[in-house]
């Protein structure tokens, strides 16, 4: 016997859609700044060899915030972890030491 397919609301289609169409555009910026940036050649890629250390910074106040950055010779600190996520320092310690013996770079801490 053939069992009825479930029904979805319209509201879970249209949280479904919304999605979807975020995730569009997020991707289509994404690729429209890269290829702007490598017309103008202001290429935002990195070569292995430019990447100078890991770091941790550690701000303290009401709610400790630790972020991991990826240092590169030329272009500053690029972010790792994002604002919202609160890692304790044993997790962040580990994905620091994690990607600093995969890119054999050292580890500094501010």
């Known amino acids: 016997m053939a069992v009825p397919k479930k029904r979805t609301s ?16 997020w991707t289509a910026l994404k690729a429209y700044s890269l290829a702007q940036s490598i017309s103008t050649g202001n290429s935002k890629s990195f070569l ?14 009401i709610s400790t915030r630790r972020i ?24 962040i310690e580990q994905k620091a030491a994690e990607l600093a013996y995969f890119l054999r770079v050292p580890i500094e801490l501010l």
């Open 68 to 91: 991991l950055y990826m240092e590169i010779i030329g272009q500053g600190a690029i972010p790792l972890t994002r604002i919202d996520e609160n890692l304790t320092s044993r997790e």
């Open 10 to 25: 319209r509201s879970k289609k249209k949280i479904r859609k919304t999605l979807w169409k975020r995730r569009g555009f």
């Open 48 to 61: 292995m060899k430019d990447i100078q250390s890991i770091r941790i910074e550690v701000k303290e106040g």
